[in-house]
Nanobody, 122 residues
């Protein structure tokens, strides 16, 4: 079994900050890329940020300069620091990992967290 569990969502005023965490646990052999996606009501799920196993990062244009993705490989955890939040950042944020579980080696699979709500409102 492999689980991704997010935390850190909530209600914040425009211009505020939040830090999301996503911890992967279970029979994990290797974690490759880890990402954050988000989905607002009525919209498709969109990729927000990606971090590779070598810590290279990439961001959606809408969050560049405001969000920072990082990871702690020792803890199998990925973070998303969100600063200068805007109302349009309101969405459910999902963690994603491309990882190899011990029971599926040598193949990797996609894993998703359950999502955490972020609401930016005054």
């Amino acid at each position: 079994q492999v689980q991704l569990v997010e935390s850190g969502g909530g209600l914040v005023q425009p211009g505020g900050s939040l830090r999301l965490s996503c911890a992967a646990s279970g029979n994990i052999f290797i974690i490759y890329a880890m990402c954050w996606y988000r989905q607002a009501p009525g919209n498709q799920r969109e990729l927000v940020a990606t971090i590779t196993s070598g810590s290279s990062t990439n961001y959606a244009d809408s969050v560049k300069g405001r969000f920072t993705i990082s990871r702690d490989n020792a803890k199998n955890t990925v973070y998303l620091q969100m600063d200068s939040l805007k109302p349009e950042d309101t969405a459910v944020y999902y963690c994603y990992a491309d990882l190899m579980a011990t029971f599926t080696a040598p193949f990797s699979s996609d894993y998703w967290g359950q999502g955490t709500q972020v609401t930016v409102s005054s």
